[in-house]
């Protein structure tokens, strides 16, 4: 029954009253229309029937019921997005409450800034800028609709390609020149990643030659998975404080490079072109562990695997095994299955299953500390090279089994997010303590769409994008979002917007800003732009 039935209630309902309000409640952000281009399953990576998993179902049903008032159409629940037919508590029938959805009026509204994706080609390997004359006129083009900016990736395996701390920008000069020429705003993003393999991407960009000439010798640089297998999407946690690059530490290599740019863009930082610095803590660019790597076999909804198996990683988990004073501990699960795997189908993840054990409690309660804290880190760094500017991180949505107990794909990817936790509460405090905005990347995203396309994936987007959106708002930080996969039908738009600017939220909260991916010529075509000119009217709360 979309919202009202288990997916938003199911990981919280047998605990204390407080952690059910605020994780259970039906969301303002789930209202919108029926998006036709994201009913595809792969998300958390950009451009990239199981019975008793909640418990009894009469704690299910009554759950149902409790909420089944609130359910509201056009601002209160997926009923809104599912044609506005609504459930009344009293008698339990369907009323048909709006024959015809009528598409909300967003004139007044705030004004939330819109930016484009540049293509992720748009310099290529010898640092130079790709048909600057084609690209200048789509920016035209994106700048007479009122277009607010356009994000960049300044990818490192591209700027400091051969030497250490040997710089070139050129191509990114000849870019933030013209996007400033026509009056445009810049989001760059400090790209410490590879390109290609992900869902989306359309070129490689590898790692430094430099990196990948040390990786040779020393392949423990790299995450490693239960198998061996090496993942060179980006470096290791465990080597943040440890001199293996050529004397330097993988954070202080970072901290050079954003360094680097902040003197080389200076004249865009004072003139205010320059909005905001994105800073890559992981694969594709965010927050996470590389838990599921097309390239290693994973396929959606597979579970993925914990990938803490480089020396460095398993010598900090020995070290706070001898701690905790249960060396034994020293371990990764070995019963925690393979990247394809289905939650129930293993002991450690099984409802009842390992991760709710001692061992499992420590073991996750450790892998995710070491996530929080390379964000913690690198953006107090990124806060000192960039100080005075608007510094931000990406989350990605790893929506896939949020409806079972253990959120199996969350935890393989560092989100100690079990039903009985918070396990995005850690990522925002932290955030919160550099200022920083959180990213997030699954908004777009609705439940009844995934349970229709991968029902047996119990996946949540809606039930998720509740829980970290307000873990962030409850600490005071901005939120941004961009789109997961490509959308230009007025159905998927108004589900951003309304994602964007929540309907009757008692404190007014809205997006910081939106990001579309991604610029293209299909985007410009005449239909495609006359809806997105009027999505972006829609956004800046102009009327149409």
């Not at 990114?172 to 869902?199: A, P, T, W």
């Not at 420590?362 to 964000?375: M, P």
């Amino acid at each position: 029954m979309g919202v009202l039935s288990v997916p938003i209630l199911q990981s919280r309902v047998p605990f204390a009253e407080s952690m059910v309000s605020r994780q259970m409640m039906p969301s303002p952000l789930m209202a919108g229309g029926v998006s036709s281009v994201i009913r595809k399953g792969y998300v958390g990576c950009s451009p990239r029937g199981l019975e008793g998993v909640v418990g009894s179902p009469s704690v299910a049903l009554s759950c149902k019921r409790q909420f089944r008032a609130l359910c509201m159409a056009e601002g209160g629940g997926d009923s809104a997005s599912s044609g506005g037919r609504c459930i009344d508590a009293t008698d339990e029938k369907e009323t048909d409450l709006h024959p015809k959805l009528v598409e909300r009026d967003f004139a007044g509204t705030p004004y939330v800034p819109v930016y484009v994706m540049l293509p992720l080609g748009v310099i290529h390997m010898n640092c130079e800028l790709v048909n600057p004359d084609g690209l200048r006129e789509q920016l035209r083009r994106l700048k007479s609709i009122n277009v607010d900016g356009v994000m960049v990736d300044c990818w490192w395996g591209i700027v400091e390609a051969h030497t250490p701390q040997q710089c070139n920008w050129s191509g990114y000069k000849q870019l933030f020149q013209i996007v400033r020429d026509l009056k445009l705003k810049l989001q760059v993003v400090m790209s410490f990643h590879e390109c290609g393999g992900n869902v989306g991407d359309d070129v490689h960009i590898p790692l430094p030659r430099w990196i990948s000439e040390i990786g040779q010798s020393n392949p423990d640089i790299y995450f490693t998975d239960s198998e061996g297998r090496r993942n060179s999407e980006c470096l290791t946690w465990g080597i943040d404080k440890v001199r293996v690059l050529r004397g330097r530490t993988a954070v202080e290599v970072y901290f050079d490079y954003m360094r680097s740019f902040r003197v080389e863009f200076d004249e865009f930082f004072e003139d205010g072109i320059i909005s905001e610095i994105e800073v890559g803590l992981g694969p594709c660019g965010e927050l996470r562990y590389p838990s599921y790597p097309e390239k290693h076999g994973w396929r959606y909804p597979g579970i993925g695997q914990f990938q803490c198996y480089d020396r460095y990683l398993m010598e900090s988990l020995s070290k706070a095994a001898e701690v905790r004073g249960h060396s034994f501990w020293a371990r990764a699960p070995d019963n925690a299955g393979t990247y394809n795997s289905y939650p129930h189908d293993t002991s450690f993840f099984s409802d009842g299953g390992d991760y709710d054990s001692y061992y499992g409690r420590f073991f996750l309660g450790w892998y995710s500390r070491i996530l929080v804290d390379h964000g913690d880190r690198v953006l107090s760094l990124a806060k000192l090279a960039f100080e005075g500017s608007c510094i931000a991180a990406k989350v990605s949505g790893v929506h896939w089994w949020y409806k079972t107990a253990s959120h199996a794909a969350e935890l393989t990817a560092g989100f100690y997010n079990p039903c009985n936790k918070d396990g995005y509460a850690p990522i925002t405090a932290m955030l919160k303590k550099h200022e920083a905005a959180l990213n997030f990347t699954c908004v777009e995203l609705r439940t009844l769409d995934q349970q229709e396309g991968f029902p047996e994936a119990l996946a949540d987007p809606e039930g998720l994008v509740w829980q970290v959106l307000n873990a962030a708002w409850d600490v005071g930080i901005p939120v941004a979002s961009e789109n997961a996969l490509l959308c230009h039908d007025r159905a998927g738009y108004n589900k951003i917007l309304e994602n964007a600017k929540p309907m009757n939220d008692p404190d007014g909260r809205h997006l910081s800003a939106f990001t579309y991916l991604r610029l293209s010529p299909e985007l410009l075509e005449g239909h495609n732009f006359f809806e997105f000119e009027r999505f972006v009217k829609r956004m800046h709360g102009e009327a149409v």
